[in-house]
């Protein structure tokens, strides 16, 4: 019995999405590899239309490229891509810090920032520059998504920063990543003060 018959096909859809999103994410599949519709249903219990509406949804996004005859495959991406994209997050979590000292809704985010910030710190003494930067995106992710903004979240969503962790460490380097670290328990602790604005 496939999971089609208790779900609806969109959640059907979703769990493909982000079962495809965590093997890019993890780096069980990397940029060039094709992705095996029959494993993915497989693991899912899934027949092929939610998955392959799946992979059609990710080409749509520029994760995968689809490729005559052979489905599809994880798409590489250029270093001033990804680079861009680190620059669009970071936008979109100032404008989403600014939201929220405005509103006077810094405290509430405040904590949970300063309890990743901790983490990134830690991480970044020298340790995997990739896990690091996995707690830097959920920095940024849990400041938009305190902001309430449906477009802003949709956005962040639909960026899938985790499909690009091993690039970037690849692209910037261990040290490069690791030294920005420092930053974020000063950030959360401005924001938390009320300075986020400035």
């Not at 079962?19 to 899934?46: F, T």
Request: proline fraction near 3%; charged fraction near 25%; aromatic fraction near 4%.
């Amino acid at each position: 019995m496939t999971a089609t018959s208790s779900v609806g096909s969109s959640a059907l859809v979703d769990m493909a999405i982000k079962h495809i999103d965590r093997l890019i994410g993890e780096g069980i599949i990397r940029p060039g590899d094709s992705i095996s519709e029959p494993e993915v249903c497989s693991a899912l219990s899934l027949g092929r239309v939610p998955v392959r509406e799946a992979i059609r949804i990710l080409a749509g996004e520029r994760i995968l490229e689809l490729v005559p005859n052979k489905s599809a495959r994880v798409r590489r991406i250029e270093p001033a891509e990804l680079l861009e994209r680190f620059e669009l997050l970071s936008w979109l979590s100032a404008f989403a810090i600014q939201s929220l000292a405005e509103e006077g809704r810094n405290l509430e985010i405040g904590k949970t920032l300063k309890v990743i910030a901790r983490r990134i710190e830690a991480l970044g003494k020298g340790g995997d520059a990739s896990l690091t930067l996995r707690e830097i995106n959920r920095f940024h992710g849990a400041t938009i998504k305190a902001c309430g903004n449906r477009y802003l979240n949709g956005m962040v969503e639909r960026m899938r920063m985790n499909h690009y962790i091993l690039s970037v460490v690849t692209i910037l380097g261990h040290d490069l990543i690791n030294a920005s670290a420092s930053k974020y328990p000063m950030m959360a602790e401005a924001f938390s003060r009320g300075e986020g604005a400035k």
